[in-house]
């Protein structure tokens, strides 16, 4: 019988329970637009930077869970890394070149799997 590990998920729950609540100061509305620029003004770092920093703790954050209890080379990883880059040119945290790099590359990687597909393994 196959051992199921509860430490994973209980900590996980902890984590998000000890996770201290945060209100709003003004009744400003929140605008996600503008993490990149809030981050860069704290740390110091150039915009761009922090783009690609909220963009990175973003995939990081949903792309984890996928690819810890996903299969191996799974699918869903894929979508998801490719929802969230989608979200981050969305609302422009990284520019739209990284989207169209990104499809480039996943199209030389399963170009192989295609061609082989349509002719049958010739």
């Known amino acids: 019988m196959k051992k199921r ?17 945060v209100y709003a100061t ?20 150039p ?7 909220c963009f990175v703790v973003m995939t990081f954050a949903f792309m984890l869970p996928a690819m810890i209890w996903g299969k191996k080379g799974s699918m869903a990883s894929l979508f998801i890394g490719v929802g969230v880059l989608g979200f981050g040119v969305a ?8 989207l169209l ?3 480039l ?17 010739f």
């Open 47 to 53: 915009v761009f930077a922090a783009g690609i920093l």
């Open 105 to 121: 590359i996943i199209a030389v990687m399963f170009a192989e799997d295609v061609r082989n597909m349509i002719t049958g393994g």
């Open 101 to 103: 790099i990104l499809v």
């Open 91 to 98: 609302v422009a945290w990284i520019p739209f070149w990284f």
């Open 5 to 21: 590990c509860i430490f994973s998920p209980l900590f996980l729950f902890l984590i998000l329970n000890l996770i201290n609540e």
């Open 26 to 45: 003004d009744a400003a509305p929140v605008d996600l637009t503008h993490l990149p620029d809030q981050i860069a003004n704290a740390l110091g770092i």
